[in-house]
């Protein structure tokens, strides 16, 4: 099973521009969780999807929008780049009826972008 | 306002000692604690957790304290092994866990030296 995996792994765009972060998740999950880690600081989380709905979302603006497809596979869309939007951004799985759901969420090894 | 504060940023440990990693938090409401490491070029995984209902839990070789009334809470790593170098994240969040919500520190750098 490959677990989380995320797509790119690296990423450079400019300012302006609009990027979009693919992820799988791990075969039998079904809610995928987004977050941004900005360096040197822990992850944030941006929002989860779950049954193609955003069901949770963190302080984020709306350049930030995601989608969540029939097969649970996710996309984090961002629009207009600011320079402050260089960070790994990570993926997270989890599924439903597995106790307590934190503990289950697998992360993927996230895609680094950076905006010049 | 940081809701979770890891105040160290890095620490190092002799391997076969204990490496004990601090986290404090701001919000009562927080009910379920967890902590997870990370390797370079990976996600975080999981370690331990805790409930707020519990002031300890322990996990072969790692322990995790919990006071409420100080809104603190500590990783405890006994023996420390080399492998264990890496960044740990405390984490927080609402409903026992059941949501995908969490709140991260900064993470502390921890280094065990051989």
């Known amino acids: 099973d490959a677990g989380v995996t995320q797509s790119p792994t690296h990423l450079i765009k400019t300012r302006g521009q609009q990027v979009t972060l693919r992820c799988s998740p791990k075969?039998?999950?079904?809610?995928v969780s987004w977050y941004q880690q900005a360096l040197g600081q822990g992850p944030q989380f941006i929002f989860q999807?779950?049954?193609?709905?955003?069901?949770q979302r963190g302080n984020f603006p709306d350049r930030f929008s995601g989608h969540q497809f029939p097969n649970y596979s996710s996309e984090l869309n961002v629009n207009a780049l600011l320079l402050g939007d260089s960070a790994l951004y990570l993926c997270?799985?989890?599924?439903?009826?597995?106790?307590?759901?934190?503990?289950?969420?697998?992360f993927g090894s996230g895609t680094q972008l950076s905006v010049l | 306002d940081q809701q979770v504060k890891q105040n160290s940023p890095s620490l190092s440990v002799q391997e076969g000692r204990i490496s004990i990693l601090n986290c404090d938090y701001t919000?009562?409401?927080?009910?379920?604690f967890l902590w997870y490491k990370k390797y370079p070029a990976e996600g975080p995984t999981f370690l331990i957790s805790?409930?707020?209902?519990?002031d300890k839990n322990e996990d072969g070789r790692f322990t995790v304290f919990l006071n409420k009334s100080a809104k603190h809470l500590s990783l405890h790593i006994v023996p420390s092994q080399p492998g264990d170098s890496a960044v740990y994240f405390c984490?927080?969040?609402?409903?026992?866990?059941?949501?995908?919500?969490?709140?991260f520190g900064k993470g502390t750098k921890l280094s065990v030296k051989p």
């Open positions: 997270a799985s989890s599924g439903k009826g597995q106790g307590k759901t934190n503990e289950k969420l697998l």
């Open positions: 075969s039998g999950h079904d809610t």
């Open positions: 999807y779950y049954e193609e709905e955003e069901r």
């Open positions: 919000n009562s409401m927080f009910d379920y």
């Open positions: 805790i409930s707020s209902i519990k």
């Open positions: 984490a927080a969040s609402y409903y026992g866990g059941s949501q995908g919500n969490l709140i």
